[in-house]
């Protein structure tokens, strides 16, 4: 997490626009570059300014960070000459998972399957962008939007302190159960052996 915590650091101390501006590159860079844990500087953010008001502002800059990483990945890959070896790789994943279509987008917010998910959608035929984009947004609302709604309700019924001992629990059970939900997936569909 060495590039998060150069950003946190960077922006961070420029208030809340820094905080948005932080919250924004490492949703941008966690959809476009590198896995960040994008769930935890979410939360950090709201900590900062522990209002809906601010974490409706953090949500959309979630959502915008994430539509513009996918989009450039998805453009990059689009328009780079990618071997039809690749392309048969990446098929055959995706019709080995349950859900193949772009609902994987859903699941991929509790069991993260589709990695560089802006890659997947280029190289996936039968995708189309648009509906997968709306999967990714509709996710990415519905997963950020209730760590927001349970970050809200901590800092609403308890101590400062508490409601921040409490969020930042609330979000390693999300990160923990959502590696146990990955390694199910992947034990259930074969792609671990016993």
Same mark, same amino acid.
């Given at each position: 997490?060495?590039?998060?915590?150069?950003?946190?650091?960077?922006?961070?101390?420029?208030?809340?626009?820094?905080?948005?501006?932080?919250?924004?590159?490492?949703?941008?860079?966690?959809?476009?570059?590198?896995?960040?844990?994008?769930?935890?500087?979410?939360?950090?953010?709201?900590?900062?300014?522990?209002?809906?008001?601010?974490?409706?502002?953090?949500?959309?800059?979630?959502?915008?960070?994430?539509?513009?990483?996918?989009? $450039? *990945?998805?453009? +990059?890959?689009?328009? &780079?000459?990618?071997?039809?070896?690749?392309?048969? !790789?990446?098929? #055959?994943?995706?019709?080995?998972?349950?859900?193949?279509?772009?609902?994987?987008?859903?699941?991929?917010?509790?069991?993260?399957?589709?990695?560089?998910?802006?890659?997947?959608?280029?190289?996936?035929?039968?995708?189309?962008?648009?509906?997968?984009?709306?999967?990714?947004?509709?996710?990415?609302?519905?997963?950020?939007?209730?760590?927001?709604?349970?970050?809200?309700?901590?800092?609403?019924?308890?101590?400062?302190?508490?409601?921040?001992?409490? $969020? *930042?629990?609330? +979000?390693?059970?999300? &990160?923990?159960?959502?590696?146990?939900?990955?390694? !199910?997936?992947? #034990?259930?569909?074969?792609?671990?052996?016993?």
């Amino acid at each position: 997490m060495f590039i998060s915590d150069w950003i946190y650091g960077a922006f961070g101390p420029y208030g809340d626009i820094g905080m948005l501006l932080c919250v924004f590159l490492i949703f941008l860079i966690d959809a476009f570059i590198f896995p960040t844990l994008p769930e935890l500087f979410f939360v950090i953010g709201f900590i900062y300014q522990p209002t809906l008001a601010f974490g409706l502002q953090l949500l959309a800059a979630a959502v915008i960070a994430e539509v513009i990483g996918f989009t $450039t *990945l998805y453009w +990059v890959v689009e328009h &780079i000459r990618v071997p039809q070896r690749i392309k048969n !790789i990446a098929d #055959k994943y995706i019709k080995f998972l349950i859900v193949n279509d772009e609902r994987i987008f859903l699941i991929n917010r509790i069991a993260p399957m589709i990695p560089f998910a802006g890659a997947f959608i280029s190289l996936i035929d039968e995708w189309k962008f648009s509906k997968a984009m709306f999967y990714i947004v509709i996710g990415c609302i519905l997963k950020y939007g209730m760590i927001m709604l349970m970050s809200n309700f901590f800092f609403e019924y308890f101590s400062s302190d508490d409601a921040t001992l409490y $969020t *930042l629990l609330f +979000v390693f059970i999300i &990160i923990i159960a959502s590696f146990i939900a990955t390694y !199910i997936k992947k #034990k259930r569909s074969g792609m671990i052996d016993d």
